[in-house]
């Protein structure tokens, strides 16, 4: 898929740039298959903050008048319009409060303070503001990672028990190891839709009960996953509805 490259420029108004390889004309979408609505857009290193970006990552997603993400440390939303040519992203942003280090704080500080000055986006011209690329499809999927969360059947809950449960995909395959045996399963992706599994695994025997019930819920969750999201190091499996499955830091 070529890459497609979202970036908000500083000319008169502060238009948003949405450039993709050969394009040449302004359109809601990005040249090709990439929307400008409905994408996860991840904030790349090729406009300089004046501040580093290295261990800081940070999205944008605009979707049915709501602009939402992680700015660097927190997640915020704020109501946007598009409308042609035209794009304006708050100027009100709310965000969560988490306490943040130095590094998280000094990108989020720019980026929350550039977005309010989009207004319109455009193909050519203007020095740019801020750069994303798209996060879509199996590309960004494939690799290793550990989980952080699984769902249980009635809440989302952290790995427990001092093991490590993996994942390594592939853009048809899954497979890894749940802290007790070792399994694997097709996975099938259809843009940023997913499905995994049947699921089989080794038969070793948990040494606890609190392992034995982690391995079967997260296998469970695995084959419970509908869509997914990679937004730098973090991987996000959705169950129906939006909810998580399993959440991944890169391993």
Known sequence: MPLRRLRTVAVVGLPLLIAACGSSASSRSSGGSVPLE??????GSGVSLGVPLT???ANLELTSGSASGNSGCNQYHAPYQA???????GPQIATTQMACGPAQTAVERVYLDRLPKVATYSIQG???LLEFSASTGGTGLAGSWIATSYYTGTAVQSVTGGVEITAAFTTTSVSGNTGCNTYGGGVAITGNTIRIGPLTSTLIACPTEELSTQEHQYLA???LATTFKVTGDRLDLYRSGGAYAVTYQRG
């Open 221 to 223: 969750a695995l084959e």
């Open 83 to 89: 409308s042609g040519s035209k794009l304006t992203i």
């Open 38 to 43: 409905g994408t996860n857009w991840v904030l």
């Open 126 to 128: 203007g020095a740019a």
């Open 55 to 57: 261990g800081v990552t």
